[in-house]
DNA sequence: AAAAGCATCCGCCAGG
DNA sequence: CGCCTGGCGGATGCTT
């Protein structure tokens, strides 16, 4: 038997999230050994312009390859992100390597603030694309002609793909390994991977943002626990502002501001966040569970899951169901008063 | 599946 | 004056 490799080249920057980089990679190299049997592998390169050793956020040491050890075709091209290149424009040489490496690529993922340096060499001009959450107006300033979405937890457009963080990162993995062995197989390497996701923060995306949405101001944290707490309701702003005892307009502007988010889309995100843990953690019927987090009809529930996660909620279940020894950590996503 | 209907959001202006 | 607040109307995007 003929073993098929694809090439997978990993852009390892110094002060990068040693996750960033482990994650992708972890995953890749699950799928090989699950993929004993079969014909195709994964390759994995690790190069660096800092090579050979390449410092990560955390102080952990990457061991890399030189730029120039990924010439020739390359499958898949993955750029990490870097916390210190988010904050200043990227470099010019190696935006340009990125671009060069880009053309001899067959797909180009990136993995949350490793979007910038593809929008900084141009690959991203007119296209859709996300980020980590931290540094998404960031980039929409710095990059007009990219169209960025901070919502989905990945993005592709044609061969670029882009993710929203560490975990977001996983899952835009496994949208790769979905697309080359199938999607029966990606859950499978999923649910292989679930202990290991979900032990690392496999919601930390979304509990991060839950951390930094809590308002400063007494009377909108309060708005927000209620939130939280009737969830079922219909929850509809102008109900809320009254609640506040604010003005509908006041109320928006001031909880925009403290919140991070629109009262509606706040909205949204608990009862999606509160319907992950229903559906990791027990078998209700869909329309029970969209019920039950104040969804009026299971067709709303489907649309809005799949517009903020990018997957539908049974795809959702049967990742993630059935973990049961770490149930602790789907619990700690669920948006519960006890939390705030 | 498309179109009408609805909620939300935001720029704008006005009053305190 | 600068700041906070409230209401209006249109654009947008989602629901039915």
Redesign the pocket.
């Known amino acids: 038997v003929t073993v098929q490799e694809r090439r997978v080249v990993v852009l390892v920057r110094p002060g990068v999230q040693a996750l960033d980089v482990t994650g992708p990679v972890e995953v890749f190299d699950t799928v090989n050994r699950l993929l004993a049997e079969r014909a195709v592998r994964y390759r994995i390169e690790c190069v660096s312009a800092d090579a050979p050793l390449v410092r990560t956020s955390s102080g952990m040491v990457v061991y890399a390859g030189p730029l120039a050890d990924a010439a020739g075709p390359i499958d898949t091209l993955l750029v990490t992100g870097s916390w210190d290149g988010a904050e200043r424009p990227g470099d010019a040489s190696l935006a340009d390597w990125v671009r060069q490496a880009a053309g001899r690529s067959r797909r180009i993922a990136a993995v949350s603030a490793g979007s910038l340096l593809l929008a900084e060499a141009g690959l991203l001009d007119g296209r859709r694309a996300t980020t980590h959450w931290a540094v998404c107006d960031a980039m929409a300033r710095r990059y007009p002609r990219v169209s960025v979405d901070p919502e989905p937890i990945f993005v592709r457009d044609g061969p670029y793909l882009t993710s929203a963080g560490v975990c977001a990162g996983i899952d835009l993995e496994l949208a790769l390994v979905e697309a080359d062995h199938g999607t029966a197989f990606a859950l499978d390497a999923a649910r292989f991977l679930v202990v290991f996701v979900k032990r690392n923060g496999g919601q930390s995306q979304f509990s991060a943002v839950l951390d930094a949405q809590l308002a400063d101001r007494a009377p909108l944290r309060e708005t927000q626990e209620w939130i939280l707490d009737n969830l079922e309701r219909p929850l ?3 109900e809320l502002a009254r609640r506040a005892n ?5 109320f ?1 502007r ?1 909880f ?1 501001e403290e919140v991070g988010a ?4 706040y909205v949204e995100r608990m009862r999606i966040a509160r319907a992950r843990g229903l559906l990791e953690v027990t078998g209700l019927p869909m329309g029970e569970v969209a019920r039950r987090c104040g969804f ?2 299971v ?2 529930f489907l ?2 899951f799949g ?1 903020v996660l990018g997957v539908s909620p049974g795809e959702y279940r049967s990742r993630f169901q059935g973990c049961a020894e770490d149930a602790g950590a789907a619990h700690r996503a669920l948006p519960e008063r006890s939390l705030v």
């Open positions: 509809a702003v102008p604010l003005s509908t307009r006041h928006s001031v925009r629109t009262p509606a889309r009026t009809t067709e709303t649309r809005s517009r």
